[in-house]
């Protein structure tokens, strides 16, 4: 597209970025669910005609399924298009409560482009409020099924349709209010591009279009893949329970191929899921492999921008449709983890396709020396429900984030939340609406995985009942940890304890539905750290004392994971050097000499029949 005017790509692309914001911040202002109003688990897309992302700040669903069912003639000015049925979304939707609204772009009467949105709601009906029941084993148990529909004609509401999602929803109020939020924002957000068809004609934009995407692609391949050697390599992780059976290894596997310039296909990146475990009777399953992975491929892109040569320059690239001709996918027959067979449960799908993240991520690491991240874990669902003081039901659902992965360069983050600009629930909120107390929100302590780069921290949080109500989680990370790499240890796993230090204490499984717990009981909930990059004997004793004066880091954690013993007071703490340098060369001394390249940290072994490490750990 050399004949574009790079100045109007720039406009273009900009214009892009500022209707999704607006349509973002549309949704935000308007929507009634403490999910998408103010934990923000919501996102928005601009697509164009041939159905192509033409935004990157963050994924979205796809608008495959709706032109697949209706036919670009068929649409109208004013429709909105629904849908939330994941085995007719073409991979785009990953379990029911993902509601998503499509409207069409029109120019001189044709449609154009498309603006869509999609976000995680309250309750969609099912076996219980919140509709992710942690035991399902089908998927007519998790909610109300809507293949793609025609939610607004024209401009009017489709009133039928609306009764029967929010009869069958336990939060009707919310549900309707948001669900107008979100109609109403990509209408918006269609009248916004159509102005951007008629001020440059069709013609010209989608030129613009054509050179957005062509540009993402020419950028990773010439920054991105060129990183990679050519050749094979494998890897794998686990989720490790499905809410069904007993724990084990559901196994993920990726054999990552990265070709030469003379291969007939190209340059490109084949990602092979052969070897991925067969589906789950439990909700983790996820529907992987329609449309030939173009979902995924979109989801999983963003690792590979860990690869840019600076972290400055890795908050630039986008992920577009621009990324999809690099990446090829090649899926085992149906029936695994990321094939399933309807109706296979998938409420809990982000077991799979969040460890997925971790296997790309890994298998890269493999492949560049270790240069990409330790493991993230960085989304759980969490939650309470039950009557407050009048008598009136309540849900109150929460997405909360973790530490992310020591980087070859930096520490990881603390407490990060997958979906942009999403966040916890601010505790003023939750307590003026909901019957309980916030005491803490704050971080783990040493959850963070040891290394010269110390993994990011997760949450703790405490929650006091004021009345009897019941809690529920869908997690994961309870029993395997967030990895580390290169000599970087594994993070903190996961953990819930209702009544610590109380004669009632008891540990909750990560995947409940309704753990009963007492008015006065506190809930504590630790979430997982990331993992350490790089031996964590040699982080540098002013770290530590940092980590420790900033309490991420305890004394003892400071002398058990990095062999550093701190003195002095809390606020003014010091290093022994002589005494940790006597306790560095002990445990250096200790070692065998043939560490994996992964720490998958001490719950594996209980997964694995005593084994510390997967054969693929080593490089």
């Known amino acids: ?102 409207a069409p772009v029109f120019h001189d009467g044709e449609v154009v482009a498309f603006v869509q949105a999609f976000g995680h709601h309250d309750d969609i009906g099912g076996a219980v409020p919140g509709s992710m029941p942690s035991q399902a084993t089908s998927v007519f148990e998790e909610g109300l099924m809507v293949p793609p529909i025609r939610l607004w004609d024209q401009g009017v509401p489709n009133e039928a ?29 269609a009248r916004r591009m159509a102005e951007l068809f008629d001020r440059y004609g069709r013609e010209t934009v989608e030129a613009c279009f054509d050179a957005v995407l062509d540009k993402t692609t020419a950028t990773f391949r010439r920054e991105i893949l060129a990183k990679i050697p050519v050749g094979e390599y494998v890897w794998e992780d686990y989720a490790e329970h499905d809410g069904v059976d007993e724990p084990r290894l559901h196994t993920q596997r990726i054999t990552l191929t990265r070709t030469a310039a003379e291969d007939p296909g190209g340059e490109r990146l084949v990602l092979d899921f052969h070897g991925t475990a067969p589906q789950a009777k439990g909700p983790i399953n996820h529907c992987g492999d329609y449309a030939d992975g173009n979902f995924l491929k979109k989801w999983l892109a963003p690792i590979l921008r860990n690869l840019a040569d600076t972290p400055e320059r890795m908050a630039e690239l986008d992920v577009n449709e621009g990324v999809v001709p690099l990446i090829e996918m090649r899926f085992p027959p149906k029936g695994t983890l990321l094939t399933p067979e309807f109706p296979a449960p998938t409420n809990a799908r982000t077991f799979v396709i969040l460890r997925l993240l971790g296997v790309l991520a890994g298998v890269l690491a493999k492949a560049v020396d270790g240069r990409m991240p330790a493991d993230q874990e960085t989304i759980r669902y969490t939650g309470v429900y039950g009557t407050d003081p009048d008598g009136a039901p309540y849900l109150m659902r929460e ?27 601010p505790s003023e909120f939750s307590e003026a609406r909901f019957p309980f107390v916030v005491e803490r929100l704050g971080l783990s302590v040493d959850s963070g995985g040891a290394g010269r780069y110390r993994g990011g921290l997760g949450y703790e949080k405490h929650i006091r009942m004021l009345e009897d109500a019941h809690f529920m989680s869908i997690a994961d990370r309870s029993i395997l940890a967030c990895w580390g790499v290169k000599g970087g240890k594994a993070g903190k796993p996961f953990e819930v304890t209702i009544d610590p230090g109380g004669p ?31 031996d964590p ?34 606020d003014a703490p010091e290093v022994d050097t002589a005494a ?6 002990e445990r250096r001394s200790a070692r065998t000499g043939d560490e994996p390249f992964f720490d998958r940290g001490p719950g594996y072994a209980t997964l694995a029949a005593g084994a510390t490490a997967a054969e693929v750990d080593w490089l």
Do not use: Q
């Open 537 to 570: 004997l040699t982080r540098p004793y002013d770290e530590v004392a940092r980590d420790v004066l900033w309490g991420k880091v305890s004394r003892e954690g400071a002398r058990a994971d990095y062999g550093v013993e701190v003195t002095g007071p809390a």
């Open 1 to 102: 597209m050399s004949d574009v005017d790079p100045v109007l790509v720039e406009i273009v692309e900009g214009y892009l970025a500022s209707v999704e914001m607006e349509v973002e911040t549309a949704i935000g202002r308007t929507s009634r669910s403490p999910m998408i109003r103010d934990a923000h688990d919501y996102r928005a897309g601009i697509h164009d005609r041939k159905l192509r992302k033409l935004t990157g700040r963050s994924y979205s669903a796809l608008v495959h399924p709706v032109a697949r069912d209706y036919p670009l003639e068929t649409m109208r000015p004013g429709d909105v298009f629904f849908h939330n049925d994941v085995y007719l979304s073409e991979g785009g939707i990953g379990h029911l409560p993902d509601l998503c609204v499509t």
């Open 399 to 425: 997405v909360l984030g973790g530490g992310s992965g020591g980087r070859y360069y930096a520490d990881g983050e603390d407490t990060i939340h997958v979906v942009p600009d999403s966040r916890n629930l």
């Open 504 to 534: 009632r204490e008891r540990l909750v499984d990560a995947l409940a539905d309704a753990e009963p717990v007492r008015a006065g009981e506190v809930i504590r909930i630790r979430t997982t750290g990331g993992g350490g990059w790089g």
């Open 161 to 189: 349709a609306l009764k029967i999602m929010t009869r069958n929803s336990r939060m009707p109020d919310s549900l309707a209010a948001d669900l107008d939020a979100e109609c109403s924002a990509c209408l918006m957000g």
């Open 580 to 585: 940790s340098d006597a306790l560095r060369e």
